[in-house]
């Protein structure tokens, strides 16, 4: 079964550090494609990287990045300098070759402390 | 552009009502689906689809109904409500969905129901 797994429930950082969020997938799909979204309290979905499973390198958005290692099944993110407004759920997301569903983790709520 | 929008933001159901929860967007996408997100579950996929006059079923498609008559309007029926259906409901929409894995979804920005 495809699924994706986020086992921490909750982070904490203090700002300006960095900061990894784990996640896990399962597919037997050669060509996938891995999403990770940010809801702040606001409630509002915001796209914030995209990796495909064929890309050699890892994706980079600003102070964002995602470190696949595919062998592994594992799409984490990296937050670089983290500010107060990173503090928000994130969720991780898987879309199969030749699907249309994107399949969602549970999330991990982000805290930044001063 | 105003991208993807929901309506209502909040809604108030009995057990038994129907009602429609509206979708839009002005991007021109050809993808839309439905979530629901309920807490500790993340978002689940309801329905989908990937063109005008084409709706699939997601992961929990029970108790909904869709359809997909333009590009634009994709909403989402709840043909009789039961209390299991209190949740958050988002539209999404993207380019393309099948094949072309690095379209991102675009979200509205919710509509939150009660089934009392």
């Known amino acids: 079964a495809q699924k994706i797994t986020q086992t921490q429930p909750g982070m904490f950082v203090q700002e300006k550090e960095a900061v990894t969020l784990d996640c896990t997938y399962d597919t037997s799909d050669q060509s996938y494609g891995l999403f990770w979204y940010k809801q702040p309290s606001s409630g509002e979905m915001i796209f914030l990287i995209y990796q495909g499973s064929y890309d050699e390198q890892n994706a980079t958005e600003g102070r964002y990045s995602l470190n696949f290692q595919k062998a592994r099944k594992s799409a984490n993110l990296v937050i670089s300098a983290s500010q107060l407004g990173d503090s928000a759920m994130y969720f991780c997301?898987?879309?199969?070759?030749?699907?249309?569903?994107?399949?969602f983790g549970t999330g991990t709520r982000l805290q930044v402390f001063p | 552009n105003a991208g993807v929008t929901q309506t209502p933001k909040f809604q108030v159901l009995k057990t038994g009502q129907s009602m429609t929860l509206q979708c839009a967007q002005d991007?021109?996408?050809?993808?839309m689906s439905w979530y629901r997100q309920d807490p500790g579950m993340g978002l689940r996929l309801i329905h989908y689809s990937v063109g005008a006059g084409i709706t699939d079923q997601g992961e929990v498609p029970n108790g909904y109904n869709v359809s997909r008559s333009t590009t634009e309007d994709f909403p989402l029926r709840l043909l009789s409500a039961a209390p299991s259906q209190t949740s958050v409901y988002f539209c999404a929409s993207s380019y393309s969905g099948q094949g072309a894995n690095n379209s991102p979804l675009h979200f509205g920005n919710g509509t939150r129901l009660t089934v009392t």
């Open positions: 991007m021109n996408h050809e993808y």
């Open positions: 997301a898987m879309i199969p070759h030749n699907t249309d569903k994107l399949i």
